[in-house]
């Protein structure tokens, strides 16, 4: 039997003359009983303890012809359209219980760093950060809504008077807290509507979002991979059992290379650094090279497995595929932009320095033809007592995925939410 709280099961010795056949042949895979007995030293292989039975309650039988979790070895892909009945699996219960140390371990090291957890709100009426298409929210009558004077649907007319959405970032909001409290970090969902169905995105995801006032792009790097490298030993520390397992299962270099991280110094180079070595590494990608070109996973994979076998820190990215708010640097080309690539996974956390100057920044918002109405109040940071400061973003399921050495991202969220699929 087991019960969730570790991934190691307790055997059952139970008499057969005592209880009778009739009442044990209930017991079948997935059915939930009660034991109460004695806990003896095991004279068998395999478990140095077991329990013998006194007295047994049957709670919830399981019909072996219909309850889906018969045999071992069912598939990822299975798992995922029973996704009510997964978390009792080996495989899932080792999953959860890695997410929620990880989730405590992130607290614990924010806490003990002297941050402040900031609630950042999921709804919002701004959509300044442009990471991607975002969620409407709306009251209004699908079928019949208002419309103005123009014949557009009339948003004032909608529960908050205005169009809203799921927040994609807590950033923007994590940015006041920081000009407030100097050291904040969000932790909470957000959601992006992009169509792309790969391993490594869904479309509701949670964020850890650390903002830190006085701290510049390298004080980011700094604390990126320090907390990184925390979060990886205390799983090594507080999971090892579940790690086993999920290294014995699914991938046999697992806990090595979580060990190989935390002990690994990792690399900082520039895009433009990145670029260079991408175009001469003899090797054909799928999307195209060239200096201004976002990075893909292909070429992040590259950097991390084949070219220098470890973690990489790429900064200052080409300022057009970058967010508006990212600091701006002197060759007007580039800003202080923050990706950390890992192996595996390719990008883990996205962050940057801010531009904290009020007429660069503003002038970049006028480039990218923000609509200033929207992002009055993030402007008054700067025009308020402004800061250099600087912050990132960790992809928490991405984190999840790399500790656990899961492929896809959909085996490491309870309810996975993607296109076409929010059954459970
Ligand atoms: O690089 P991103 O878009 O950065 C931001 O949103 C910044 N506002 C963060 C900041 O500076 N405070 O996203 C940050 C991280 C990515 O590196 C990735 O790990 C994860 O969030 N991420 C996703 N994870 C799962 N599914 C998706 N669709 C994701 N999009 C981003
Ligand atoms: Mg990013």
């Not at 057969?16 to 059915?31: P, R």
């Not at 903002?211 to 925390?230: G, Q, R, S, T, V």
Request: glycine share 8%; charged share 25%; proline share 5%.
């Amino acid at each position: 039997m087991n019960d969730g709280s570790i991934i190691h099961s307790l055997q059952v010795v139970a008499d057969v003359q005592h209880f009778g056949e009739d009442l044990l042949k209930n017991i079948t895979t997935g059915a939930c009983i009660g034991i109460t007995g004695t806990l003896v030293e095991s004279p068998g292989q395999g478990q140095p303890v077991e329990i013998h039975a006194t007295a047994l309650e049957i709670y919830g039988t399981a019909d072996p012809e219909t309850y889906p979790l018969q045999k071992k070895g069912h598939t990822l892909e299975f798992l995922r359209e029973i996704a009510h009945l997964r978390p009792r699996t080996n495989t899932f219960g080792a999953v959860l219980r890695i997410r929620h140390a990880m989730a405590f371990a992130i607290h614990k090291y924010f806490n003990d760093n002297g941050f402040f957890y900031l609630h950042s709100p999921i709804i919002t009426g701004s959509d300044a950060e442009g990471a991607g298409a975002m969620f409407r929210v709306t009251t209004l009558d699908a079928k019949n809504p208002p419309l103005d004077e123009k014949g557009d649907v009339n948003f004032r007319e909608d529960f908050f008077g205005k169009v809203t959405n799921l927040t994609v970032s807590g950033q923007l909001e994590a940015e006041l807290g920081a000009m407030a409290l100097s050291l904040v970090y969000t932790f909470g969902p957000t959601f992006r509507a992009e169509n792309s169905n790969t391993p490594r995105h869904l479309a509701e995801f949670w964020m850890i979002e650390p903002e830190m006032a006085f701290y510049d792009i390298h004080d980011d790097m700094d604390l990126a991979e320090d907390f990184l490298k925390f979060l990886i030993r205390y799983a090594l520390e507080n999971c090892y059992d579940d790690l086993e397992f999920l290294n014995k299962m699914y991938d046999e270099s697992l806990i090595e290379r979580l060990k190989s991280v935390t002990k690994s110094q990792f690399v900082r180079i520039s895009y433009t650094e990145a670029m260079d070595i991408l175009m001469n590494a003899g090797q054909t990608f799928e999307f195209p090279l060239g200096w201004g070109n976002d990075l893909q996973a292909e070429h992040e994979r590259y950097l991390v497995e084949k070219h220098f076998g470890k973690p990489v820190m790429l900064s200052d990215y080409p300022k057009e595929i970058k967010a508006f708010y990212m600091k701006q640097n002197d060759d007007g080309k580039t800003v202080r932009a923050l990706d950390v690539l890992f192996p595996k996974i390719g990008e883990i956390i996205g962050g940057s320095q801010r531009e904290e100057n009020y007429d660069k920044l503003i002038s970049r918002i006028r480039e990218m033809n923000i609509p200033e109405k929207d992002v009055w109040w993030y402007l008054e940071t700067r025009k308020f007592g402004t800061a250099p400061h600087s912050g990132f973003g960790l992809g928490f399921e991405r984190l999840i995925l790399f500790v656990t050495g899961m492929a896809n991202i959909r085996d490491v969220i309870p309810f996975p939410r993607t296109p076409m699929n929010a059954e459970f």
